[in-house]
């Protein structure tokens, strides 16, 4: 079994930056697929970020690509989710999720078997 927690959101201005933090226990990261989703009110899940268990290979959604990072600390067993220009539609509760060792289909909320409980973010424009 494997146990997420997010943490780092909160209240920042159009073009902050934010670094959400995934700490994950029960197994370690280096063996996972780690994502990064969000859900705005009103609004579907949708794809954030996610790096595969092999290699160095990341993956992100359009509307964030090149402003967001995924990055992983095997010493830590941790996941990070590094935002910067933030703009007013990031704003959503973000999940950390993982799965084990899949390799494919990260973009895809099922594919993912153990979710986190969510960290809010605010971007105010």
């Known amino acids: 079994q494997v146990q997420l927690v997010e943490s780092g959101g909160g209240l920042v201005q159009a073009g902050g930056s934010l670094r959400l933090s995934c700490a994950a226990s029960g197994r370690t990261v280096i063996t996972l697929d780690m994502g990064w989703f969000r859900q705005a009110p009103g609004k579907e899940r949708e794809f954030v970020a996610a790096r595969g268990w092999y290699g160095p290979s990341t993956f992100y959604a359009d509307s964030v690509k090149g402003r967001f990072t995924i990055s992983r600390d095997n010493a830590k067993n941790m996941v990070y989710l590094e935002m910067n220009r933030l703009k007013p539609e990031d704003t959503a509760v973000y999940y950390c999720?993982?799965?084990?060792?899949?390799?494919?289909?990260?973009?895809?909320?099922?594919?993912?078997?153990?979710w986190g409980q969510g960290t809010q973010v605010t971007v105010s424009s």
């Open positions: 999720a993982a799965t084990g060792g899949r390799g494919a289909g990260l973009s895809r909320s099922t594919t993912y078997n153990y």
